[in-house]
């Protein structure tokens, strides 16, 4: 396989498994935020959105040292469950759930929040549990703002260059993602190479937002 | 049987305020809630349906015990056999009207339920549409069906009909007479409505500043304050026939046929509903 593809694939490996993972894991969160009452409720909401205004340079410096041995998380990791994050595929992987995380969880909060209570307690009163009622109610009448996120966050993955740079490095098929080889191509001058990298993320992207607003629109006719 | 005492801090136009509630409701009775907004009338209901928790009380259905403080019982909603009928509707937009009532059934036994309750609301047309698609008299007659596939004991109806034109009331006031009767429900329901209440319900309760003002049989214990030298009478069109002016119909007020005359602008089929309004003359 051509570094081009491999560069790409790998791309394309990781913002996928960056979007499932977060749908995973943001939702349910999202769902927390969106009904919980609790102190420290603005504490958890901050924390979530921190990689928002955060340089992403930060964030991969503080989990380069969260994994690396020398650190007590990074003992933990390394030495008790054997995973050597630093440099590693799996390493940016959680460096994109982070950096992603609040792309996930702001807009399925704010669309589970906008929608009207009366729909979860008429569930309630029908006898519908709380997973039942999430399931067969609430998520899809938030279908379109469960596409956008999940488009958002797979494009923001894609982008991400910072974090992915100060834990991953730059190892072909291994942690070598298209903004970094566009980087490493552009600093050798080689431009055709960059061009090439940039020109398909331009048509991806392009392509994905063209999809969304035809999905968009799709659903929004069927529940409006 | 309903027995129940209830509290719970209420906020009210006029300041904080104390839902204090007893009420023993028979098996079977519709009781219609009334008062000024803010009254506690909705509040009471969501303790009922356990969608708020209340601060202290009891509150039993049957022989079941739904809240007690001080044995520290309180049932969620989903174990309370109750149907809500939400002042929004609250009908599901990503299901179609069938499925709204499906969802709705205790388990998946109920088919033949489901059937009767669309037709008992005059629903199996509307069956494949969404709730999107239909008029505000539609949506209620679907969450009333809905309501009613859960196969509740009790049935809690939040102002169910306040939204809507005179002629669609009446026609859902029917179909909530016939439900509560059908399905030997025990029914709260919240009315601004006098007339309405006095139609349906065999008992009415006035709440004020979240306590019991006024309790007793409908006619007796309903306020006076806005009556009027003429009157108004609804009633059902029995028979309409051509005259030399318009029609001549005959319709059913009560247990009473009366003779109208109309002028035939819009003419009247047997089934519509109207409104008869008039002044008595003294004789001589």
Partial sequence: MSDFAQTLLLTAKLATLTTLLLLLLGVPLAYWLAYARFRGKAVVEALVSLPLVLPPTVIGFYLLLAFSADSGVGRFLVHTLGLELNFTFGGILIGSLVYSLPFMVQPVQAALHNLPHSLREAAYTLGKSRLTTLWRVLLPNIRPALLSASVLTFAHTVGEFGVVLMIGGNIPGQTRVASIAIYDAAESLDYARANHYALVLVGLSFAGLLLLAAFTKRSASRLL | ?284
């Fill in chain 2, 1 to 284: 049987m309903i027995d129940l005492h209830l509290t719970k801090p209420l906020q009210t136009a006029h300041g904080p305020a104390l839902l204090d509630v007893r009420l023993t409701v028979a098996a079977g009775e519709l009781t219609a809630i009334y008062g000024a907004s803010g009254a506690g009338k909705t509040t009471l209901l969501r303790l009922l349906a356990g969608l708020s928790r209340p601060a202290s009380g009891h509150l039993r259905v049957g022989e079941e015990v739904w809240y007690d403080q001080a044995r520290g019982i309180w049932l969620p909603p989903q174990r309370r056999s109750i149907g809500f009928v939400f002042q929004d509707y609250a009908l599901f937009p990503n299901m179609t009207v069938r499925q709204n009532l499906e969802f709705a059934l205790p388990d998946t036994s109920g088919k033949a339920l489901v059937d009767e309750l669309l037709e008992l609301m005059d629903l199996g047309e509307l069956a494949r549409q969404r709730p999107q698609q239909l008029s505000g008299g539609q949506q209620q007659r679907v969450a009333l069906a809905r309501a009613l596939a859960r196969q509740p004991r009790v049935l809690l109806l939040d102002e169910p009909l306040a939204a809507l034109d005179v002629p669609t009331r009446l026609r859902l006031q029917a179909a909530l007479a016939a439900a509560h009767q059908r399905f030997q429900l025990t029914t709260l329901l919240v009315s601004h409505d006098y007339a309405e209440i006095t139609r349906l319900a065999t008992r009415a309760v006035e709440l004020d500043g979240g306590r019991v003002v006024r309790d007793g049989v409908p006619a007796v214990v309903l306020p006076v304050a806005n009556a009027t030298p003429g009157f108004r009478l609804t009633g059902t069109v029995v028979a309409a026939v051509p005259s030399a002016t318009g029609q001549t119909l005959q319709v059913r007020v009560g247990e009473e046929v009366i003779r109208v005359e109309v002028d035939a602008t819009t003419p009247y089929q047997p089934g519509d509903m109207l409104v008869l309004t008039g002044s008595v003359q003294r004789g001589r």
